[in-house]
């Protein structure tokens, strides 16, 4: 988190600016916020959900209604005086980051890099005058069994055809892996809903953050007559070895962190991005390399990391591309999560 909110360390800063705030009461910190305004976040078309006059708020905590709504208010004054006509929130910093509030599925502990909020913050904010501007789902389903038969047989003819390779990252090639990723990624994304093509500056540091949580067989890439088409990654859950912490590396906390890095084992595996390229995303072929990759990271999942659950997300509400993936493997939406929006 100090990493996320330091210019020097968080790329997204070279085309944004933030302030963040801190409530105070008698003397004691009782909440946080930031309001940002992403400058490529400006550029993209208002139909596509930013653009022109969209500024943001997040990183939001609050003990009670009144101090979320002074935070709020001092986020959206600080974004007025910035020219900005509309705020969107909670977007913690970066799309790419933590968007939306969760309103549904609070009984599920949050997996890596997703956000978990009390259910009271929803009244607080609706309260506000804000209206859902979009939807986020996360997905989740036993990876222990097989995928239906339909999708084996999908899978299956995949593997027949020899213009298909996929295969698993080189770390040691880690900067190369990440350039290909990220061109893909900026390509098959670019006409989705909140767009914002993610830079270089920010792959670099991502990947820094990343790198530890980086395992070859659970990220993929799809080739298609020599071609890098589409990709997706796979990231053990942080958040179960770090849960028992209670917060503390000392004093052997660390030492537990570092042992579980070098072999970890996680009940669950989190699916944060995969894309195919714009081209291929009306076609069969889509489905059949998505379908690929996810059951072989499936098969590397089980036996090496013990894994038994999966988590795919977040996917836009109406992306239905993803959406039907999902339920073809016989996933289920186990959270929700709204980022709203208020004109100033």
Avoid: C
Wanted: glycine share 8%.
């Amino acid at each position: 988190m100090k990493a996320t909110i330091d210019p020097k360390k968080n790329g997204w800063f070279s085309h944004a600016e933030a302030q963040l705030f801190l409530a105070e009461r008698d003397g004691k910190v009782v909440g946080r916020i930031s309001a940002h305004i992403d400058r490529l976040a400006l550029e993209m078309p208002l139909e596509q959900g930013f653009g022109p006059g969209t500024g943001f708020w997040g990183l939001f905590e609050a003990e009670d209604a009144e101090t979320a709504a002074a935070m709020i208010g001092q986020a959206e004054a600080w974004l007025k005086d910035k020219g900005m006509t509309r705020a969107l929130g909670p977007v913690s910093l970066s799309i790419w980051e933590e968007p939306g509030l969760l309103v549904k599925g609070h009984d599920h502990s949050p997996t890596v890099l997703m956000g978990h909020h009390p259910a009271r913050y929803q009244g607080w904010i609706e309260a506000l005058g804000y209206s859902p501007a979009k939807k986020l789902l996360t997905y989740e389903l036993d990876i222990t069994q097989g995928f239906p038969p339909l999708v084996q047989r999908i899978i299956a003819a995949g593997e027949k055809n020899t213009k298909i390779r996929i295969r698993k990252v080189n770390k040691k090639r880690f900067d190369e892996e990440a350039a290909i990723i990220l061109a893909i990624l900026n390509d098959a994304w670019s006409d989705n809903w909140g767009f914002v093509p993610l830079t270089q500056p920010e792959i670099d540091d991502v990947g820094k953050k990343l790198k530890p949580l980086v395992f070859e067989d659970l990220i993929m890439i799809a080739e298609l007559e020599g071609e890098p088409v589409a990709f997706m990654v796979t990231l053990p859950d942080l958040n179960e070895p770090l849960k028992p912490l209670k917060g503390k590396l000392l004093p052997f906390g660390w030492a537990k962190l570092l042992l579980w890095l070098r072999k970890p084992k996680a009940r669950t595996m989190r699916v944060p991005l995969m894309g195919v390229v714009k081209r291929l995303q009306s076609s069969r072929m889509a489905s059949q390399l998505a379908f690929m990759m996810i059951e072989y990271i499936r098969r590397a999942a089980v036996p090496n990391y013990g894994a038994e659950r999966g988590e795919i997300g977040w996917i836009l509400d109406d992306n239905q591309g993803m959406i039907a993936i999902a339920d073809t493997i016989e996933s289920r939406i186990n959270r929700e999560y709204v980022i709203y929006q208020k004109s100033l």
